[in-house]
């Protein structure tokens, strides 16, 4: 069954380092998105991509984020000069319908 | 803004029970309704899907309504397993869909 892939599982970083999370979606999806769960609460939303262009954006989504789909499979979230409180899970999802599919995220430790 | 309120507490209910779940919303009108199951240190996984002229929709031990007039939905499982335990997400989707939010999610524990 197809799934959506996410690497690596987990990231240890140094606080003020760049990290870039990987994610091959599915092959046939169109919707791409990300989302960070901080331990303990709610999946919350950052990004939606689709068409090679973002499409929403949350208000976490700033200029320390960006996304990028750099070739016809991968879907990446680049974290700029990370902060303690960026340490989360995050979650790649996509779509072509409206069942959204998610990986399994990757968990994301700043010290 | 727009807002999904999902019971907060979590649910704990005896093995064999139906255990019905809330999801509450202002200041959207939804074209769907979706229910996302979720295991800790899991991403979601999608369970239904009810479309606004769709009262209620059923699979297997699930039952989803849909009441746009209340802005709400309600989610139940039959016959409840300690298997389902786990937190269950809901998401209103209106418009393009690019905007997939989920409410806090309730916590269900079935108990033996």
């Known amino acids: 069954e197809p799934e959506v892939t996410q690497t690596p599982s987990h990231q240890v970083t140094q606080m003020g380092q760049e990290v870039i999370l990987r994610c091959v979606p599915i092959?046939?999806?169109?919707?791409f998105y990300w989302y960070r769960q901080i331990l303990g609460q709610k999946v919350e939303f950052l990004v939606s991509?689709?068409?090679?262009?973002?499409?929403?954006k949350s208000e976490i989504f700033d200029d320390q984020f960006s996304v990028e789909r750099p070739d016809g499979s991968n879907f990446t979230l680049k974290i700029r000069s990370t902060k303690l409180e960026d340490s989360a899970m995050y979650f790649c999802?996509?779509?072509?319908?409206?069942?959204?599919?998610f990986g399994q995220g990757t968990r994301l430790t700043v010290v | 803004s727009q807002k999904i309120e999902q019971n907060s507490e979590a649910l704990n209910i005896q093995e064999g029970k139906t255990a019905t779940l809330t999801c509450n919303y202002t200041n959207y009108s939804p074209a769907y309704l979706q229910w996302y199951r979720q295991d800790p240190g899991r991403g979601p996984v999608f369970l239904l899907l009810i479309r606004e002229n769709e009262k209620e929709k059923r699979k297997e031990r699930l039952k989803v309504t849909f009441d746009t007039t209340l802005k709400q939905s309600l989610f139940h499982i039959t016959a409840s397993q300690p298997a389902d335990s786990a937190t269950y997400l809901c998401?209103?989707?209106?418009?393009?869909?690019?905007?997939?939010?989920f409410g806090a999610g309730t916590r269900l524990a079935v108990h033996p």
């Open positions: 092959s046939n999806h169109l919707y």
């Open positions: 999802a996509s779509r072509v319908n409206t069942e959204a599919f």
């Open positions: 998401a209103p989707l209106s418009g393009g869909y690019n905007k997939l939010i």
């Open positions: 991509f689709y068409n090679n262009e973002i499409s929403e």
